[in-house]
């Protein structure tokens, strides 16, 4: 299973609006060095590298923001989610605005570039060690089951389009490409005026989210009958990439979010500490996840 980290093979770019701020941004993708990982640069404050690591994790109410020295990049988690599932490891994403895109294009950018082999072996995280955390009946919890990383989630919406769906997809470049990457992030119309009076949900439309009222689905047709919960663990890998390597075993999420895959990645990291792998800098992970 073990394979050679990647790049870009040339720099690509794309242009969207920013899902919070409503803002149009563009995003240009440029090749890295082994070892670099997955690094943004805001054009206005250039001399800012936020990598994309959990110690910059800050703030997750309805998506997931890095910061570094008072410079924050918003709505990381579906770029980040793309670059995991097809298997990029290096890459700069320099932004001209404070957030990603909203997009589920970043999968066909990528493919466009192409892909370099470098000369180094991909990191990976191999816990001997269970890891779970859990809260009112929701939970995401690990078991050192690989090779290669299976994930399970299961949602439970009280909603007659929603309502209970679970999905079981292993977490590969060809199964990501097609079942994960077009499933499209989710809201409720009741609760679009709230989001936007607190300056969130600014650039969500119906062109690029599916929205629900009460009865149905007011965006046209789902992609997927089940696109809720793909797209649940579209957001899940997101928030894994941050822990910079690839894993091994099976993680089954129940009714999660942002906030608790954070958590559960700080705890997994702090987890791997303990057990002597030192590739993930577990000394934040663990003050962070002992809270
Ligand atoms: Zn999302």
Redesign the pocket.
């Given at each position: 299973m073990l394979r050679t980290q990647t790049t870009l093979k040339t720099s690509v770019s794309i242009e969207g609006v920013g899902l919070h701020s409503g803002h149009p941004v563009r995003a240009s993708f440029r090749p890295a060095p082994a070892g670099h990982g997955i690094v943004f640069r805001r054009l206005d404050r250039p001399e800012t590298e936020i990598p994309a690591r959990v110690e910059s994790a800050s703030t997750f109410d309805y998506?997931t923001t890095l910061s570094r020295d008072g410079v924050s990049v918003g709505t990381v988690?579906?770029v980040l989610s793309a670059a995991f599932g097809e298997g990029l490891d290096n890459c700069v994403i320099e932004l001209d605005g404070p957030e990603v895109p909203i997009l589920d294009g970043f999968v066909r950018l990528f493919h466009a570039a192409g892909f370099e082999r470098l000369d180094a072996p991909v990191r990976s995280l191999s816990s001997s060690e269970p890891v779970r955390v859990s809260r009112d009946g929701r939970s995401v919890s690990f078991q050192p089951d690989g090779p290669g990383l299976t994930i399970t989630y299961e949602i439970d919406f009280p909603h007659p389009v929603v309502g209970r769906q679970e999905l079981t997809v292993a977490i590969r470049p060809e199964e990501y490409s097609t079942r994960i990457a077009p499933a499209r992030?989710f809201g409720f119309a009741k609760d679009v005026e709230a989001m936007r009076a607190r300056g969130l949900a600014r650039g969500g439309s119906l062109h690029n989210a599916v929205v629900l009222d009460d009865a149905g689905v007011l965006s046209g047709p789902l992609r997927f009958r089940d696109e809720f919960v793909r797209?649940k663990v579209?957001?899940l890998v997101g928030d894994l990439a941050l822990l910079g390597v690839a894993l091994n075993g099976h993680i089954h999420a129940r009714k999660a979010g942002h906030a608790m895959h954070i958590e559960f990645a700080r705890a997994l990291a702090a987890s791997v500490e303990t057990h002597g792998v030192r590739d993930v800098p577990a000394e934040s992970a663990r003050r962070r996840a002992s809270r």
């Open positions: 998506a988690e579906h992030t797209h579209l957001d």
